[in-house]
Every structure is written in structure tokens, then in C-alpha cells.
């Protein structure tokens, strides 16, 4: 998720999606789903659940007991993947009631409760998924041992980007297998579709034991396995929130200052440049720059510094950093001449108040065009 970013609450059983027995078809689960002992699955699927299909995994042939801990929208979805494949769910632990209510509908014939309640039944599986928020982790880790959930030779997993193994050391003290798994995309608004991570990579830390096991977990709900080292962890999901997150603070950045600037659908008039932008950005990197900066145009950039200081100073204060950062890169790449590229990053952390109609006329490397010749056609 994504990526990490965090999604939103799950909307809950039936709707948006539905829950996946109303989409399967299949009857609802029993009252006593709950409390009941797992009913083997007749075709090696998720327990107590014949009706849904079973997934190729691969050649492995190997189908693992799934422990869930903490039934929200990043949780539910992988495991309803894995349980996709062919991996019986036989405990799913969550809190709140609506947690519950959806688990019950969500993995037929598991167990599902508190911690203590389910604490037999996570001890008897392979592969415990910790599925909370970041800071909550370690926490969980230790009261999974405290109350017996946790043993040697089984695999205990969780799906933050930020954290590697050190979360889930209390694990490793009783013998468990570490694992980080984490899905690079944004969730989708429910948990019922078990494909929705075909061609996804997920970002993977894992003990030395342990790393074959989550690489065929991953293979088998569709997804590409990226082995991650676990003292780079912070480094890789800040990548991801700078290409995730703030993609969507900028586009809202975007969209209200052309909101401002009286254009009435935003969003539908930036949709084909961001597509654009995105894909060339995607694979060709710096050269696939475009715009004022890539041209050396001090006055253009300081005219927009302007007006976006009279709307909103914060994104003024955005723009300038991405101008500074922009410049450099460009200046590295050689697609912009020092000069020029100086020229850029003094200008735009002048007051453009100050420098008010200096550079309008001819800024730097405007005479003969960009700051480089041989530079992409940019209409803006």
C-alpha cells in the first residue's frame, strides 16, 4: 500500500466491490464461523470456503496456513489474495467488531477474535501477517509472543514499506522467520478482489531462511518479488511516498491554481499533460524535461513565483524547491549550461517582487532558445 501510503477506512462488507462471498456467489458464512473449528477446504482452497477458485501457484504446489493479524483494507486485501491461491486463512485477529463482521463474511472457517482467543490457532499456522499501522508493529510482535502466537520455524510478516526486521525482533527471540512485505500501489477502495495485485512488485526484507518462502507467497497472488536490503528501507519508501503521495499533493497543487486561474474542470484539463508527463518521465528520465526550467527561462519562473505567492505562499515556497532541484538535475544530465543553470537558482530565490519585469524580455539562454541546443519542443 503506499504506497505506503495509508488508504482509507474499508467501506465494509457489501458494497462498493461486495463482500467476496456475494461476489463469488457462494452463501454467507454460518453464525458460528467465528467461534467454530475451520472446515477443511475440499479442494486444498481457504478453509470452509469451496466455492471460491484456486489460483495456479506456480509450480510450487505448496499451500500455507495464513494467520492474520489486523483486518483492515491492506491486510484483507493480500490475504484474500493468498487465500485466492490456494493458502487457508485459520485466524484472523482484529479489534472492533466492524473488523470482525467483515473478517467473518471475507474468510469462512477461520477463527476470528482477540489475540488470546485466536492465539492457538496463529500458533498453528505458517505465515503470520502483522497488518497494522507502522508505529503499531513491534507492539503487536509482542504481545503475539507474549500470548504463545508465535513459534519457531514459522514466518512472521508485515506489510509496512518503511520498516524492515527490527520491528519484528521479538519474533526472531522464539525462532520465528522475519519477513517484510510490502505492495508497491494504492489499495483500491475494498478488499474483494484477490487479483488486484497481478504485476505489482512488492518490496521484500527477510531473513536468510525465510526469503524463497516470501518470494513464492508474492509469485503466487501475481506479484513481482523486489528484494530490498533492510538498511535501505527508509530510502526505498521515501521513494515511493515522493513518487506516490506527493504525485497527488502536486496534482492538487495543479488543479487549484487552475481552479484559480478560472479554468472550470481542472482535473480533465491536466488529465492528458500528467499522463504524458508521467510515462516520458518514466522512461526517459531528465531528458524528457520540458518546460521554463528546461529552457532557462528566469522570467517565466519568476512571473509564476509571483502569482503563486499572491494565491498561496506554500506552493510557492514547492515551486521553488522543485525549480532549484529541476535545475540541478538538468545541469548534471548536461542538458543545461552552468550559467544558466546559476542564473536559475539565484533568480528564483529572489523576492520576484524585487525582480519584477528584470528578465522579461530575454532571460538566460533565451537567444537561440534553451540553455542547450538539441532540447525537447515544449509548448510551455
Same mark, same amino acid.
Given at each position: 500500500?503506499?504506497?505506503?501510503?495509508?488508504?482509507?477506512?474499508?467501506? &465494509?462488507? #457489501? /458494497?462498493?466491490?461486495? $463482500?467476496?462471498?456475494? !461476489?463469488?456467489? =457462494?452463501?454467507?458464512?454460518?453464525?458460528? %464461523? *467465528?467461534?467454530?473449528?475451520?472446515?477443511?477446504?475440499?479442494?486444498?482452497?481457504?478453509?470452509?470456503?469451496?466455492?471460491?477458485?484456486?489460483?495456479?501457484?506456480?509450480?510450487?504446489?505448496?499451500?500455507?496456513?495464513?494467520?492474520?493479524? &489486523?483486518? #483492515? /483494507?491492506?491486510?484483507? $486485501?493480500?490475504?484474500? !489474495?493468498?487465500? =485466492?491461491?490456494?493458502?487457508?486463512?485459520? %485466524? *484472523?485477529?482484529?479489534?472492533?467488531?466492524?473488523?470482525?463482521?467483515?473478517?467473518?463474511?471475507?474468510?469462512?472457517?477461520?477463527?476470528?477474535?482477540?489475540?488470546?482467543?485466536?492465539?492457538?490457532?496463529?500458533?498453528?499456522?505458517?505465515?503470520?501477517?502483522?497488518?497494522?499501522?507502522?508505529?503499531?508493529?513491534?507492539?503487536?510482535? =509482542?504481545?503475539?509472543?507474549?500470548?504463545? %502466537? *508465535?513459534?519457531?520455524?514459522?514466518?512472521?510478516?508485515?506489510?509496512?514499506?518503511?520498516?524492515?526486521?527490527?520491528?519484528?525482533?521479538?519474533?526472531?527471540?522464539?525462532?520465528?522467520?522475519?519477513?517484510?512485505?510490502?505492495?508497491?500501489?494504492?489499495?483500491?477502495?475494498?478488499?474483494?478482489?484477490?487479483?488486484?495485485f497481478t504485476g505489482v512488485p512488492f518490496g521484500i526484507t527477510a531473513d536468510s531462511g525465510a526469503e524463497a518462502r516470501a518470494r513464492g507467497l508474492v509469485t503466487d497472488v501475481g506479484g513481482i518479488p523486489l528484494l530490498i536490503e533492510d538498511g535501505r528501507r527508509d530510502l526505498y519508501h521515501a521513494a515511493l511516498v515522493l513518487g506516490g503521495n506527493f504525485l497527488t499533493s502536486l496534482t492538487v497543487a495543479a488543479r487549484e491554481t487552475l481552479a484559480a486561474a478560472g479554468v472550470a474542470d481542472p482535473g480533465a484539463a491536466l488529465a492528458p499533460l500528467l499522463r504524458a508527463s508521467l510515462d516520458n518521465a518514466l522512461t526517459g528520465g531528465w531528458p524528457a524535461a520540458t518546460g521554463p526550467v528546461r529552457r532557462g527561462d528566469l522570467g517565466t519562473v519568476q512571473a509564476h513565483l509571483r502569482a503563486l505567492d499572491a494565491l498561496d505562499p506554500t506552493v510557492a515556497d514547492v515551486y521553488r524547491a522543485l525549480v532549484t532541484y529541476t535545475t540541478g538535475g538538468l545541469e548534471r544530465a548536461g542538458l543545461l549550461d552552468a550559467p544558466v543553470a546559476d542564473r536559475l537558482r539565484v533568480g528564483a530565490a529572489t523576492d520576484p517582487q524585487r525582480a519584477a519585469g528584470q528578465d522579461e524580455t530575454g532571460g538566460p539562454g533565451r537567444p537561440g532558445g534553451p540553455g542547450r541546443p538539441g532540447g525537447p519542443v515544449d509548448p510551455g
Open positions: 500500500m503506499t504506497s505506503d501510503p495509508r488508504p482509507a477506512p474499508d467501506p &465494509g462488507p #457489501g /458494497r462498493g466491490a461486495g $463482500a467476496p462471498w456475494q !461476489a463469488r456467489g =457462494a452463501h454467507p458464512p454460518a453464525p458460528d %464461523a *467465528v467461534d467454530g473449528p475451520p472446515a477443511p477446504g475440499p479442494r486444498g482452497g481457504p478453509a470452509g470456503d469451496p466455492g471460491r477458485p484456486e489460483r495456479d501457484l506456480g509450480g510450487r504446489g505448496r499451500r500455507e496456513t495464513v494467520g492474520l493479524v &489486523g483486518a #483492515g /483494507r491492506a491486510g484483507s $486485501a493480500v490475504v484474500l !489474495a493468498l487465500a =485466492a491461491a490456494g493458502h487457508p486463512v485459520v %485466524a *484472523v485477529s482484529t479489534r472492533s467488531p466492524a473488523g470482525r463482521e467483515r473478517a467473518a463474511g471475507w474468510f469462512p472457517g477461520a477463527r476470528i477474535g482477540s489475540v488470546p482467543q485466536v492465539a492457538a490457532r496463529l500458533r498453528a499456522a505458517e505465515v503470520v501477517l502483522i497488518a497494522v499501522p507502522d508505529d503499531a508493529i513491534a507492539p503487536v510482535a =509482542a504481545e503475539l509472543v507474549a500470548a504463545g %502466537a *508465535v513459534r519457531a520455524g514459522q514466518t512472521l510478516a508485515h506489510l509496512s514499506g518503511r520498516h524492515g526486521l527490527g520491528v519484528l525482533a521479538a519474533g526472531a527471540r522464539v525462532g520465528a522467520a522475519r519477513v517484510a512485505l510490502h505492495p508497491i500501489m494504492t489499495l483500491p477502495g475494498t478488499a474483494g478482489d484477490p487479483g488486484v
